[in-house]
Antibody, heavy 119, light 113 residues
Framework: EVQLVESGGGLVKPGGSLRLSCAAS????????MSWVRQAPGKGLEWVGR??????????DYAAPVKGRFTISGDDSKNTLYLQMNSLKTEDTAVYYC??????????WGQGTTVTVSS | DTVMTQSPDSLAVSLGERATINCKSS????????????LGWYQQKPGQPPKLLIY???TRESGVPDRFSGSGSGTDFTLTISSVQAEDVAVYYC?????????FGQGTRLEIK
């Protein structure tokens, strides 16, 4: 069964840092493009960024609100995707989902992990 | 950035009736080299992550009931639920993956009348 399980969310003060993890199983993680999507409380979906597979260059792209503050990486040996979040702002408060990213969209989603940025 | 605009923001439909949700993109999401529209529809039920329903604008994901259908090309798209069931209560989002940044519509909330 294809599965994504996020962890690492929590309460952090503005200006702080947090690293989210997404454990993948049931598919060849090293071949996959992956993405992070977030959802602020009561709001819609917002794409955060993506990482291509190493065979496709391993490059990353980010949404403008997080560029320069967030970093996406992956560890193929651990089948795990990461989202390093620095200089956090209150507006980063959201549920963060990791997803697979295939040519036709985001076909697998995790259950999400909640990040709250508050003093 | 490609802006995705859905209409309506919410709709209430009686059980068994048709529901139609529209999505308009600010730029074409039709990729000429493969003639595919890079447009997907997602369903998000309360307390759950989103689920991919439709991709390439009109292809149903495996396991999705055939009462769900997608249509449109270029900049104008529609999600239709032919006969709404109670389990279809959810927020529906369109998404373009033609260009970075990937963008979503604001969502349409479907309720039962």
């Amino acid at each position: 069964e294809v599965q994504l399980v996020e962890s690492g969310g929590g309460l952090v003060k503005p200006g702080g840092s947090l690293r989210l993890s997404c454990a993948a199983s049931g598919f060849t993680f090293s071949d996959a493009w992956m993405s992070w999507v977030r959802q602020a409380p009561g709001k819609g979906l917002e794409w955060v960024g993506r990482i291509k597979s190493k065979t496709d260059g391993g490059t990353t792209d980010y949404a403008a609100p997080v560029k320069g503050r967030f970093t996406i990486s992956g560890d193929d040996s651990k089948n795990t995707l990461y989202l390093q979040m620095n200089s956090l702002k209150t507006e980063d408060t959201a549920v963060y989902y990791c997803t697979t990213l295939v040519t036709y969209g985001m076909d697998v989603w995790g259950q999400g992990t909640t990040v709250t940025v508050s003093s | 950035d490609t802006v995705m605009t859905q209409s309506p923001d919410s709709l209430a439909v009686s059980l068994g009736e048709r529901a139609t949700i529209n999505c308009k993109s600010s730029q074409s999401v039709l990729y000429s080299s493969n003639n595919q529209n890079y447009l997907g529809w997602y369903q998000q039920k309360p307390g759950q992550p989103p689920k991919l329903l439709i991709y390439w604008a009109s292809t149903r994901e495996s396991g999705v009931p055939d009462r769900f259908s997608g249509s449109g090309s270029g900049t104008d798209f529609t999600l239709t639920i032919s006969s709404v069931q109670a389990e279809d209560v959810a927020v529906y989002y369109c998404q373009q993956y033609y260009s970075i940044p990937i963008t979503f519509g604001q969502g349409t909330r479907l309720e039962i009348k």
